[in-house]
């Protein structure tokens, strides 16, 4: 029985993730009946929205009924959409679909900034009070604790996606999706479900009624995506993670300038290993079920501006932004002025997507401040047009370091540890303690500088050794598979953990 437990019921210590071994086990049983089954269009989407229903009740409890909630409200708005004529009563529903999506966002993840801010401003003492929990107490005599709002995992992706689909139908882009089951699959397919990519309906739904296929070639991608995102997790970003930057981030005051500086660095490469990690095994499971993500990242750290990067950073977010909030806002067909402030807007807001925090809102500012600042500077530039090599390296370094400098607000816990790192910076950069620093830390610097030169390899390169990889036989497939998987478990050395873009 305790067996049981443990494989069907919701564990909080231990949700469903990616890295763990469970979660494979349930992989292999899903695509075990999925090879009876995937003949048959109707069968597959409710097998498929069966079990990403399960996921999702495995990772975050019954925060599920919300998706289901997500789910029904958006696949009926949906249809309202289409069958209504006038198009007043339309945007009405689209406004609805807005409404709901942003309220149960706004509840579950903004509900302590907004009550905090407003008992700052008016100097009242209003608590935030959860309903759901206080609700299930008096109807079932259950004991949630119903002082405390917890985050459901992934919220902000799927209420971004479902936003998405009122709003496509709206404009024609896409067709609503009739049979509620094939809706809920596209919402919530459990590859992509809790750290995107977001999916646009335009090109997914068209995909659940495609005849399956596979091809030998996307075979040996999937598996190829699937191990780069583990060991990119696992090897590289919860390494230097565990033995690194979280000891100096959580109190930077107790390190040098140095350290602090390095620590920087080396979460610019976790944050990457770990995101990038999460959509490469994404594209990759999708593919066994025979599904097509759109890609998510495109070497970001090559890029050679700020807006470039942004166009290769977590791109369906990117292009969401773009789409159904920048252009919305008059983009940049008005004034100069009127498309500054609302680029700013819009990074403002992306920030804010990222997390109710002060912290977060400075972070999205910044990156705002640097797109405008770079849209004067591109104009007189001498070097902007130049193929130099030099000048292209020197783009990137500055914009990296860029980059890496705003994350100081995006990875500390809070505002006192941005300041104590600052502090560091300013007070205790001794460069004399430079070789002892290294000599303490060479596994983990010889690491970075492992995942860094990875990272800037000429994507030919990359290329080259995919390909490869996806022509030989499968048999030595298999043994490379299986030394990798014990090289990723074997260089584990605390408990797994999960992936970041979890929190948001």
């Keep these: 029985m305790t067996i049981l437990r443990d494989i069907f019921l919701y564990k909080q210590d231990a949700p469903l993730l990616f890295t763990r071994l469970y979660f494979w086990g349930f992989l292999l049983v899903c695509l075990s009946i999925y090879s009876w089954i995937y003949k048959r269009k109707g069968l597959r989407n409710s097998f498929l929205f069966l079990i ?16 289901v909630f997500s789910t029904i409200s958006d696949y009926l708005i949906g249809l309202g959409i289409h069958g209504l004529s006038s198009k007043a009563w339309k945007k009405v529903m689209v406004t609805l679909s807005v409404t709901i999506n942003l309220g149960v966002l706004g509840y579950f993840k903004y509900a302590y900034f907004f009550t905090d801010t407003f008992n700052q401003v008016f100097q009242s003492k209003l608590e935030v009070v959860n309903y759901l929990s206080l609700w299930s107490n008096q109807v079932s005599g259950s004991h949630f604790d119903a002082s405390v709002i917890f985050l459901p995992v992934g919220i902000s992706f799927f209420t971004f996606q479902t936003i998405s689909y009122a709003v496509d139908v709206y404009r024609g882009k896409c067709q609503p999706v009739r049979n509620i089951i094939d809706f809920g699959f596209y919402v919530s397919f459990f590859p992509q479900l809790v750290a995107g990519p977001i999916v646009r309906a335009s090109e997914f739904v068209p995909q659940l009624y495609a005849k399956y296929s596979l091809s030998r070639y996307e075979f040996g991608f999937a598996l190829w995506m699937i191990m780069k995102g583990l060991f990119k997790k696992m090897v590289l970003g919860d390494y230097l993670a565990v033995n690194f930057i979280d000891r100096v981030f959580d109190v930077p005051t107790l390190y040098t ?5 390095m620590a920087l660095y080396a979460y610019s490469l976790q944050v990457y290993c770990d995101f990038s990690g999460y959509t490469d095994i994404a594209i990759g499971l999708a593919l066994f079920f025979g599904f097509r993500l759109p890609m998510n990242f495109n070497s970001p750290y090559k890029a050679v501006n700020l807006g470039d990067f942004w166009r290769r950073w977590h791109m369906s977010l990117s292009s969401w932004l773009k789409d159904y909030l920048y252009i919305p806002l008059g983009g940049n067909r008005k004034s100069k002025l009127r498309t500054n402030i609302n680029l700013m807007i819009t ?7 990222h997390g109710a925090d002060l912290k977060f809102i400075i972070w999205g500012g910044l990156n705002g401040i640097g797109l405008i600042v770079y849209k004067f500077w591109r104009k007189i530039s001498p070097w902007e047009n130049k193929k130099n090599i030099f000048v292209h390296a020197w783009k990137i370094f500055l914009t990296f370091n860029f980059i890496t400098f705003t994350r100081i607000w995006f990875r500390a816990d809070d505002m006192d540890r941005v300041k104590g790192m600052f502090f560091q910076f300013r007070h205790s950069m001794d460069l004399g303690v430079v070789p002892e620093v290294l000599s ?10 492992f995942g860094y030169i990875l990272h800037w390899w000429p994507s030919k390169w990359k290329d080259t050794y995919m390909n490869w990889f996806i022509r030989i036989p499968h048999w030595v497939k298999g043994i490379l598979i299986v030394i990798l998987v014990f090289f990723i478990y074997q260089s584990q050395s605390t408990g797994l953990q999960p992936f970041i873009y979890f929190q948001f």
């Design 257 to 261: 300038g140095f350290e602090n500086l």
């Design 52 to 67: 990403s229903l399960f996921f999702y009740y495995k990772t975050s409890g019954f925060f599920f009924l919300l998706l």
């Design 347 to 353: 990074m403002l807001i992306g920030g804010l997507w």
């Design 440 to 449: 303490s830390y060479k596994l983990i610097f010889g690491i970075m500088l």
